[in-house]
Structures are given as structure tokens and as C-alpha cells.
């Protein structure tokens, strides 16, 4: 089993920036692919980054290309999602997943089913 904890949402405002982290317990974190994900009210939930086991592959949805950067620290068994130029359309309850087939899946994974674990989700509110 594995937990995933969040931290590090907020309210900014428009040009911004916040870092999110998710830290997991067990020690199998570094074979996983890792992603973020969102839901704004009303709408579906979207993945918005992914990174695969070594953090060498990395995924990134248009809207947030260029502005979001996801990453990995394998020995603390967390990962990151740094968020620049923030702007009221990000604002989002963002939860981070992981998939623990890893290699043995394709990548991206996009689908909410694709993914195994999940945190708790934080809150992320941009101000204009």
C-alpha cells in the first residue's frame, strides 16, 4: 500500500508561482510513473504533468507547457510540481498519482484509471 501526501497549495496571485509536493510512504516510489493531476469545478479531472521512473520522460498538457515543471527526488521519495506564471485558469484542486506498473506501461499516462495511488488533493486558487 501506498500513501501520497500533498502539501504546498494555495492562494496567488496572477503571475505567481507555487510548488506542490507529494511525498509517499513505502519504498517502491522510484519505479513508478508519477503524475498531477487537476479538477476545476464542473469539470473533469486532467492530468497536467507526468514523469516517468527515471524522470527523464516528462509530460506536460499544452495549457501549462513552458509554465509547469515536474520532477522527482527518488531518495525522499517525493515528488514536485513547481508552477510559474500562475494564472486564474489553473486555479484547480491538483492531487498527485501514481502508477505502479512503471516501465511496464506506456507513457503518458493521461486516464484517471491509469493510476494506482492517490493523494488527497490540495488547493490551488489564482487571483486575477
Known amino acids: 500500500q501506498v500513501q501520497l501526501v500533498e502539501s504546498g497549495g494555495g492562494s496567488v496571485q496572477a503571475g505567481g508561482s507555487l510548488r506542490l509536493s507529494c511525498a509517499a510512504s513505502?519504498?517502491?516510489?522510484?519505479?513508478?510513473?508519477l503524475g498531477w493531476f487537476r479538477q476545476a469545478p464542473g469539470k473533469e479531472r486532467e492530468c497536467v504533468a507526468a514523469?516517468?521512473?527515471?524522470?527523464?520522460?516528462?509530460w506536460y498538457e499544452d495549457s501549462v507547457k513552458g509554465r509547469f515543471s515536474i520532477s522527482r527526488d527518488n531518495a525522499k521519495n517525493t515528488f514536485y510540481l513547481q508552477m510559474n506564471s500562475l494564472k486564474p485558469e489553473d486555479t484547480a484542486t491538483y492531487y498527485c498519482?501514481?502508477?505502479?506498473?512503471?516501465?511496464?506501461?506506456?507513457?503518458?499516462?493521461?486516464?484517471?484509471?491509469?493510476?494506482?495511488?492517490w493523494g488527497q488533493g490540495t488547493q490551488v486558487t489564482v487571483s486575477s
Open positions: 498519482a501514481a502508477d505502479i506498473r512503471g516501465i511496464l506501461s506506456s507513457f503518458p499516462r493521461l486516464d484517471e484509471g491509469d493510476y494506482d495511488y
Open positions: 513505502g519504498r517502491w516510489l522510484s519505479r513508478y510513473t
Open positions: 514523469i516517468r521512473t527515471s524522470g527523464g520522460n516528462t
